[in-house]
């Protein structure tokens, strides 16, 4: 299977466009706000890469005078994005243009058939149920930014929780199956958290933990960085490998529009 190079940029910029499309921070609304749509993930340790097949974005608006129910179409170019090339922080924009003038209430992403994900080098397709193809995302005021008659939107394709395992066959063969959680969010109303944690050769995996929310991150040359967290306190778990002990940092405080870094983080055997 071909790696996209472009295409999942592409897709992070569309989900830029929607924030900007979204309503203002006051009851006012925007005429024909610019949009702009970011992609991020929330990664998963388990794979090397999550390839997703995205066929369509529409935004539905609040105005009963529009065709379709309200539901807006996005430009934006269908196909297969590896969605890990976008952890740690990392955005794209996918998408950019011009709505009407309306309040976005409900985001829709249309996913395709041509899921797969790779481990270890060996491809496995992520199968998808019809009904888990079209994920609605309901949006309020505190999921996007409005800053300069422009609207900001991130969505979140958490492929940690979106892939399980099917059970449907038999034997070792069951595979994979697709059940998408895509969180919509923007950063006046959320926090992040980062850091640094070594040595590499512990293979951490990062979870920031509040109540029964887990948001993951898998360093990259040792650093990290969580986004898109509601404001709380934390407890922040780094599960090491080969032989290296867990840490686990307790009371860590997200603020709405800051970064919260933690101190540099030492592992030991």
């Given at each position: 299977?071909?790696?996209?190079?472009?295409?999942?940029?592409?897709?992070?910029?569309?989900?830029?466009?929607?924030?900007?499309?979204?309503?203002?921070?006051?009851?006012?609304?925007?005429?024909?706000?610019?949009?702009?749509?970011?992609?991020?993930?929330?990664?998963?340790?388990?794979?090397?890469?999550?390839?997703?097949?995205?066929?369509?974005?529409?935004?539905?608006?609040?105005?009963?005078?529009?065709?379709?129910?309200?539901?807006?179409?996005?430009?934006?170019?269908?196909?297969?994005?590896?969605?890990?090339?976008?952890?740690?922080?990392?955005?794209?924009?996918?998408?950019?243009?011009?709505?009407?003038?309306?309040?976005?209430?409900?985001?829709?992403?249309?996913?395709?058939?041509?899921n797969s994900v790779m481990r270890n080098g060996q491809s496995s397709p992520?199968?998808?149920?019809?009904?888990?193809?079209?994920?609605?995302?309901?949006?309020?005021?505190?999921?996007?930014?409005?800053?300069?008659?422009?609207?900001?939107?991130?969505?979140?394709?958490?492929?940690?929780?979106?892939?399980?395992?099917?059970?449907?066959?038999?034997?070792?063969?069951?595979?994979?199956?697709?059940?998408?959680?895509?969180?919509?969010?923007?950063?006046?109303?959320?926090?992040?958290?980062?850091?640094?944690?070594?040595?590499?050769?512990?293979?951490?995996?990062?979870?920031?933990?509040?109540?029964?929310?887990?948001?993951?991150?898998?360093?990259?040359?040792?650093?990290?960085?969580?986004?898109?967290?509601?404001?709380?306190?934390?407890?922040?778990?780094?599960?090491?490998q080969n032989g290296y002990a867990d840490t686990t940092i307790t009371n860590?405080?997200?603020?709405?529009?800051?970064?919260?870094?933690?101190?540099?983080?030492?592992?030991?055997?």
């Amino acid at each position: 299977m071909k790696t996209p190079s472009n295409n999942l940029l592409a897709l992070f910029s569309l989900v830029a466009i929607i924030f900007i499309a979204c309503q203002k921070e006051s009851s006012e609304n925007i005429s024909n706000p610019p949009v702009r749509i970011y992609l991020t993930d929330h990664a998963t340790p388990i794979f090397d890469s999550v390839f997703i097949d995205i066929q369509k974005l529409e935004v539905k608006l609040e105005d009963d005078t529009l065709s379709n129910g309200g539901w807006v179409n996005m430009s934006i170019r269908p196909g297969v994005y590896n969605i890990l090339r976008f952890r740690n922080g990392l955005d794209t924009l996918f998408a950019a243009g011009n709505l009407p003038n309306s309040q976005i209430r409900k985001v829709r992403m249309t996913l395709g058939t041509q899921n797969s994900v790779m481990r270890n080098g060996q491809s496995s397709p992520l199968k998808i149920k019809d009904k888990e193809r079209e994920v609605v995302i309901n949006l309020t005021s505190a999921n996007f930014d409005v800053s300069n008659g422009q609207v900001w939107l991130w969505l979140d394709f958490d492929a940690g929780n979106s892939i399980q395992v099917d059970n449907s066959g038999s034997g070792n063969n069951n595979g994979f199956e697709l059940k998408p959680h895509i969180k919509a969010f923007g950063k006046t109303n959320t926090g992040r958290i980062e850091g640094k944690v070594f040595p590499l050769a512990a293979n951490p995996i990062v979870k920031a933990v509040i109540g029964a929310d887990t948001a993951t991150a898998i360093p990259s040359n040792g650093e990290f960085k969580i986004i898109g967290l509601n404001p709380g306190t934390y407890t922040v778990i780094i599960d090491a490998q080969n032989g290296y002990a867990d840490t686990t940092i307790t009371n860590v405080r997200v603020v709405n529009r800051e970064d919260t870094k933690l101190p540099m983080i030492t592992l030991h055997q």
